[in-house]
């Protein structure tokens, strides 16, 4: 017997189970935001009892690397952003204090030279803008699409990712890691109407269903815009944090 045979025998039940989905996770078999197989799929799957799958699933949510969500199952974290990056999209949970668990998932990146309302506010580029688009799921009950641009002179580094590389990702957070070009001033807006039929059907709800238009506008030093992003929230009874800028 092998020195790795007789370790993975000593270890409990439970930390084998986890230790296989953690392998999944890690090798990228599962990817961040991800859901789980259910309970019962794991028990056949790997020959367990439901109690070993239970407590390996509550060993994984200790290590931060899966959230059980009531009603949906369990999803891979990765793709959350922490709460003290969570700038916008900050939904309260049921206890009202607490905040909802948010997943970004990246659809493109892409150089665009079209012009819009973000051009007018990050000003005429002769090389475009680069364009984010994001599905971001609030707690897997509802989903908001997203869209960000940046003056493609000043960020073309960014097209050198590919999209999964954002996903979970605080673009305001990487800029400033990054690329030196922190964040210092944002404002946003909100605008309740109907929602487009092209944004409708990203997060599926039916054409001319009203919901929240938020544009948000950030600068950095010297008041440089960087970046205009535009989202657009469904109904929801869920309420919204809005964060001001540090005083």
Known sequence: MTKAETKTQTKAK???VSDALLADIEGGKLQ?????????QLVSDLGFSLGTVQRALR????LGVVKR????????????????HLRHFRFKADDGKSLLPVFFETDSLEL??????????LGEDAKGYVRISRLVSVNREFEIFSELYLPATRFAPL??????????VSIRDMLADKLNTPTV??????????????????????????????????????????????????PSDREMEMLSDPQ
């Open 112 to 121: 665009t030279q079209a012009k819009g309302p973000w051009s007018q506010f």
């Open 69 to 84: 969500v009531h009603g949906s199952g369990t999803f891979v974290s990765g793709a959350r952003p922490p709460e003290a």
């Open 185 to 234: 001033h944002t404002t946003q807006t909100m605008l309740c109407t109907v929602i487009p039929p092209r944004a409708a059907r990203q997060i599926e709800i039916p054409v001319g269903m009203f919901g929240l238009i938020l544009t948000i506008q950030s600068e950095t030093f010297r008041h440089a815009p960087i970046i205009w992003q535009r989202a657009y929230v469904p």
């Open 32 to 40: 961040p935001g991800d859901r789980l197989p259910s309970e019962d």
């Open 14 to 16: 439970y930390q084998i």
């Open 59 to 62: 060993d994984l949510v200790d």
């Open 159 to 168: 097209l050198q990712m590919e999209p999964s590389d954002l996903d979970g």
